[in-house]
């Protein structure tokens, strides 16, 4: 009798699943606010060229992280390899040309419950890894629960509103949402690249690997020498080919990442032809650097591509979890001994503007004064606010480009009203006795010249400031470990902030080793806004929270703001095809292709 009973309500469960199922509106695509620009039956992405030929090389250079020892960049430990998100493919992939909306790839179909409890993926019957091997709900699930339990400590935050993922059939697999209010969760999951777990059975996930991976993107690890080079190959038989988001795109067969430890090197490297393009970040060198014949001709091209992407927050951050650097007064005082418009005058020849908001060059940036939704949203915790985030709009210190004479007697009065004075030559805290003696961290000998003469504005306020640059594989390391006082920074954004603000500004992340707060941010205030933000209904709530959330970040003093520039530059060798538009939201190098005629003439 028991067993009958048990087995009716295993019955009466699944007729409830399968009644319930069809009740998801099933879509080809989401957008967290709008509606798609391309229909169900779209051809391919406006800014593609979907008959450029296939074929030829592309030769890239590393300098960033100089190094690699792993093939492996879904955990903490050792120093991925350039370019292996080639390799892997997700259950959906963003389009370059809206704000915030991702197309089906892996996944034929995406339903979200009405309430915005799950969704559910149905995945293409010719979705295969590269081994043949067909993708199934089964690899989705062990992805998740796997990147979430043994990845990089940043997952666990990231993918802490999914409650459970259920395999419902060999093609479909559901995700079931901790929260209802997270608009952003289901894109998030879709973003997820799906690793095969026949391949991983027999490995330790949590060590790095130099043996290539089985994936299932548009390209395979080709040939590795560790430490110095990787080349890919683009797979023939793709299973994506001709899938509308892939067509037009990945048209080159090898491309390959030479390492190099110096970016003069690289840059010469460039210039003789030795690797075909560099996006230069080095305002001197674009100004100084190509004065060549080979630019002269036409050979070598120098293109500025605009774009309508977020900066961000590039700055020297603060590490708060550091005792001399608690106090956000102190903070703001130092701030003041940077010279911007003498840094930019002179050393980038005026090429870029100030920053001055964490979601700079988007709608999302708090510029004016707070509006009315502003105020009503940020009035609850008004006794936990900065005393000038509702009456004042920030603006970093600034000057007329001839000194910082006048900054730095505002920083010395800041500073003695936080109690500190200069005695024995030091700035001195008058209670604890703690001296201002710290080291700003570097991983490019390139920025020095940026920061010395910040350290001798800082040094004539009375601190002890060294300038240290290290190896990128020492840089990271101590990165993770937050062994550092302050370093040089950027903390992305996009037009539609979400989970990964907790990974940026979350008391939780201020001590997860390894995530990207690196400020050490940790304020119950900031840690509400990041939820309103997540949990926002529509994009005219959203820019009022992630406005307020500026407010509260601006006002914290948690970074010294450098620059930004709203355009690629881009050198490159002219043996390329391209399509006549790049999309808004980013430098698509992955539709240029390798034109016959002009590669035949180098």
């Excluded at 959906?92 to 409890?117: K, M, Q, W």
């Excluded at 640059?469 to 937050?482: G, S």
Aim: charge should be negative.
């Amino acid at each position: 009798m028991r067993k009958l009973i048990v087995r009716s309500i295993i019955v009466v469960l699944l007729v409830t699943l399968t009644v319930s199922l069809p009740a998801l509106a099933k879509e080809h695509a989401l957008s967290l606010h709008g509606t798609p620009k391309y229909p169900a039956d779209f051809a391919h992405f406006d800014y593609v060229n979907p008959n450029a030929p296939k074929g030829g090389t592309m030769r890239l250079a590393n300098v960033a992280a100089a190094t690699f020892d792993s093939l492996h960049p879904f955990i903490l430990r050792g120093t991925p390899a350039q370019g292996l998100g080639l390799i892997y493919d997700s259950l959906t992939e963003r389009s370059l040309d809206e704000a915030f909306t991702e197309y089906g790839l892996i996944a034929e179909e995406i339903a979200v419950a009405p309430d915005n409890s799950g969704v559910r993926f149905k995945l293409r019957e010719e979705a295969r890894f590269h081994d043949g091997v067909p993708i199934t709900a089964a690899d989705v699930q062990w992805t998740f629960e796997t990147l979430r339990e043994q990845g990089h400590p940043q997952y666990r935050a990231y993918y802490r509103d999914v409650e459970r993922v259920e395999v419902l059939a060999d093609d479909e697999v559901m995700f079931h949402f901790a929260t209802t209010g997270n608009a952003e969760l289901a894109m998030i999951i879709g973003q997820m690249p799906v690793l095969p777990k026949h391949y991983w059975a027999d490995k330790d996930f949590t060590s790095t690997t130099l043996t290539p991976p089985v994936g299932s993107g548009p390209y395979r690890v080709a040939e590795v020498d560790a430490g110095r080079r990787i080349v890919y190959e683009r797979v023939e038989e793709y299973w994506a080919e001709d899938h509308p988001v892939k067509r037009g795109r990945h048209n080159i067969d090898r491309i390959s990442y030479d390492y190099y430890r110096d970016g003069t090197v690289a840059l010469q490297a460039l210039k003789a032809g030795e690797y075909d393009l560099r996006q230069e970040n080095v305002a001197r060198n674009w100004a100084t650097a190509y004065d060549i014949p080979a630019v002269q001709s036409g050979e070598l091209r120098l293109e500025e591509i605009p774009h309508s992407q977020p900066a961000g927050m590039q700055g020297f951050f603060f590490n708060t979890r550091r005792p001399i650097f608690a106090d956000p007064q102190v903070r703001e005082a130092l701030s003041y001994a940077f010279d911007f418009e003498w840094t930019n005058e002179n050393l980038f020849y005026g090429a870029y503007r100030r920053t001055q908001s964490y979601f700079e060059n988007s709608e999302l940036a708090a510029v004016d004064l707070p509006d009315q939704g502003e105020q009503a949203l940020l009035a609850p915790f008004s006794d936990d606010l900065p005393a000038r985030v509702l009456t004042e709009v920030y603006q970093p210190p600034q000057t007329d480009g001839q000194g910082v004479r006048g900054n730095l007697r505002i920083a010395m009065q800041l500073l003695r009203d936080a109690g500190w004075a200069v005695s024995d030559g030091i700035l001195t805290h008058a209670e604890t006795g703690r001296k201002m003696d710290f080291e700003i961290l570097l991983v490019s000998p390139s920025f020095e010249r940026v920061v010395l003469p910040f350290q001798r504005n800082l040094e004539r306020l009375g601190a002890k400031v060294s300038v240290r640059t290290v190896d990128p594989t020492q840089y990271q390391n101590r990165m993770n470990d937050f062994d550092f006082d302050m370093t040089v920074h950027v903390a992305p954004q996009s037009l539609s902030p979400g989970n990964e603000q907790r990974d940026f500004w979350s008391c939780e992340a201020a001590e997860i080793s390894g995530s990207r707060n690196v400020a050490g941010v940790c304020d119950p205030v900031v840690d509400e806004l990041i939820e309103r933000i997540i949990d926002a209904p529509d994009r005219e709530s959203l820019i009022t929270r992630a406005r307020a959330l500026d407010r509260m970040l601006q006002w914290g003093f948690y970074a010294v703001p450098n620059w930004y520039i709203d355009q690629f530059r881009v050198a490159f060798w002219d043996r390329f095809g391209r399509p006549p538009e790049n999309p808004p939201y980013g430098l698509a190098i992955d539709t240029w292709w390798v034109d016959p005629e002009k590669a035949a003439t180098r």
